[in-house]
């Protein structure tokens, strides 16, 4: 799977919880101490690790291969908009 990265880095804590793995950050260390996570093939158990372009994460009990791509330039730009709407809603029902 390959999971688009719109900013500097996420940690692995968001990224599990934004790929529903976990479902709230209290989970992540229950989930680390009862799986095994590698980052770029060796073993992770930092919950805050940032992942950047091009590294991998594997949970094998999963089965599930993440690795951080950078988007297209056309997604660079649908997600702006995405998130501009976003913060205009929020700030109308504010």
Do not use: C
Request: aromatic content about 8%.
């Amino acid at each position: 799977m390959e999971y688009k990265l719109f900013d500097g880095y996420i940690t692995l804590q968001a990224l599990l919880k934004e790929l529903s793995i976990i479902h709230s950050d209290g989970a992540i260390k229950d989930f680390l101490d009862n799986n095994v996570v590698l980052f770029n093939g060796e073993e992770l158990k930092q919950r805050r690790k940032k992942l950047r372009y091009g590294d991998v994460i594997t949970i094998p009990s999963e089965e599930l291969e993440i690795t951080i791509v950078v988007p297209t330039q056309s997604e660079i730009e649908k997600h702006k908009k995405e998130v501009a709407e976003r913060a205009r809603v929020y700030a109308i029902v504010k």
